[in-house]
């Protein structure tokens, strides 16, 4: 079974512009999380979606968004970058239907604002 | 808010020494708690996990233990290996909404 798949990999934006990361969950999988890991934050949660619609919210401005698509696929926007925005942006994939469906992540997006 | 505090930040040990990780959550209403492994530049991975009706969890070399009065909960590694170093997160789980402690960068030295 294929893992959790991001694109793109590796991000450089300017402040000001906008980014929109794709999230592909494992086969299967109803529920996209997304992360925002920093050395200094650890993971923090944004938003979770199940069955295209938003689940729970995390404590971000609303320059973060998201959507998910009838394929279970996910993507994830920021408007207006700014500099603190520079992260590991990981996606996690589960059921979403049981109590403790096991998340699995995927390998990450890294977006440097400068 | 929901918040969940993790201690130690950095651990170092002596292989075959044991490891205890420590996390207290905030939001009662936590029912299932993960510790991921982080090695560096990979995805973070479960490791093991604790639901709310289970006081202790083992398997093989890692147990976790939960306090629910206390909010309290542990990850404990017996006779560590270097290939134990990694960062770990813990996390404590309300309604699939995951809060994740800051981690802890375990090393350990041969």
């Known amino acids: 079974k294929a893992g959790v798949t991001q694109t793109p990999r590796y991000l450089i934006k300017t402040r000001g512009q906008q980014v929109t990361l794709s999230c592909s969950p494992i086969s299967g999988h109803r529920s996209v999380s997304w992360y925002q890991q920093t050395p200094g934050q650890g993971l923090q949660f944004l938003f979770e979606?199940?069955?295209?619609?938003?689940?729970n919210k995390g404590n971000f401005p609303g320059r973060f968004s998201g959507r998910q698509f009838s394929n279970s696929r996910s993507e994830m926007n920021v408007s207006t970058l700014e500099l603190g925005d520079s992260a590991l942006y990981l996606c996690?994939?589960?059921?979403?239907?049981?109590?403790?469906?096991?998340?699995?992540f995927g390998p990450g997006t890294r977006l440097t604002v400068t | 808010g929901e918040n969940v505090e993790q201690h130690p930040s950095t651990l170092s040990v002596q292989e075959g020494d044991s490891a205890v990780i420590k996390c207290t959550y905030s939001?009662?209403?936590?029912?299932?708690f993960p510790w991921y492994k982080q090695e560096l530049g990979k995805r973070p991975q479960l490791i093991i996990d604790i639901r709310s009706n289970v006081g202790e969890k083992k398997d093989q070399r890692i147990a976790v233990t939960l306090n629910k009065t206390a909010k309290h909960f542990s990850l404990h590694i017996t006779e560590t290996q270097p290939e134990d170093s990694a960062v770990y997160f813990c996390a404590a789980v309300k309604t699939y909404k995951y809060i994740f402690g800051t981690g802890t960068r375990l090393k350990v030295l041969a």
């Open positions: 979606y199940f069955s295209e619609t938003q689940r």
């Open positions: 996690a994939s589960s059921l979403g239907q049981g109590f403790g469906d096991e998340q699995y």
């Open positions: 939001d009662s209403a936590s029912n299932y």
